[in-house]
T-cell receptor, first 112, second 113 residues
Framework: AQSVTQPDIHITVSEGASLELRCNYS??????LFWYVQSPGQGLQLLLKYFSGDTLVQGIKGFEAEFKRSQSSFNLRKPSVHWSDAAEYFC??????????FGTGTRLKVLA | GAGVSQSPSNKVTEKGKDVELRCDPI?????LYWYRQSLGQGLEFLIYFQGNSAPDKSGLPSDRFSAERTGGSVSTLTIQRTQQEDSAVYLC???????????FGDGTRLSIL
């Protein structure tokens, strides 16, 4: 069965530090992969997506993610975190159809 | 253009009452999705519409839940005889077509007293 694991429930970083949020998936074929961000009281905003091609994808707000097939991972990175990045981040796999499987999220806290 | 619009943004109701949640997708998006986000949980898929038809209702948790979409646009999620475990944020998303990225509304926060 398809699944998505985000092993870190909470992460705290200092403003200006680098960030990496982990995502591992289980899927039999090449998946569609997504990262979304959710600020309090709001819906999910798409940060970036991987469908095929270049395994390093660039997204909005300075985020990037790298698809590693051998590790079944799609980790999200940002070289320098801003206080406004504090939010909850969700990784999702699109199992070749309409149905997205979401991870349980990683809540990011940014220290001034 | 406008994003996905959901109403109401918050709904508080008594146990046993019926509620209707509305979703207005991005204009031109043929696919529409409902998810439920419970406290501390990820997103749980409920139902998917392609046009006005719902090929997959498998995520609806019980027969108290139903949804419809009219005119290939607005969708309504109805919960009958609400229970406390129905308390959650209900998120709607739409996409231009199936397999295109889903764009989410801000959700309806439902609280059952």
């Amino acid at each position: 069965a398809q699944s998505v694991t985000q092993p870190d429930i909470h992460i705290t970083v200092s403003e200006g530090a680098s960030l990496e949020l982990r995502c591992n998936y289980s899927y039999g074929a090449t998946p569609y992969l997504f990262w979304y961000v959710q600020s309090p009281g709001q819906g999910l905003q798409l940060l970036l997506k991987y469908f095929s091609g270049d395994t390093l994808v660039q997204g909005i707000k300075g985020f990037e993610a790298e698809f590693k097939r051998s590790q079944s991972s799609f980790n999200l990175r940002k070289p320098s975190v801003h206080w406004s990045d504090a939010a909850e981040y969700f990784c999702a796999v699109g199992a070749g159809t309409y149905k997205y499987i979401f991870g349980t999220g990683t809540r990011l806290k940014v220290l001034a | 253009g406008a994003g996905v619009s959901q109403s109401p943004s918050n709904k508080v109701t008594e146990k046993g009452k019926d509620v209707e949640l509305r979703c207005d997708p991005i204009s031109g998006h043929t696919a529409l999705y409902w998810y439920r986000q419970s406290l501390g949980q990820g997103l749980e898929f409920l139902i998917y519409f392609q046009g006005n038809s719902a090929p997959d209702k498998s995520g609806l948790p019980s027969d108290r839940f139903s949804a419809e979409r009219t005119g290939g646009s607005v969708s309504t999620l109805t919960i009958q005889r609400t229970q406390q475990e129905d308390s959650a944020v209900y998120l709607c998303a739409s996409s231009l077509e199936v397999n295109q990225p889903q764009h989410f509304g801000d959700g309806t926060r439902l609280s059952i007293l």
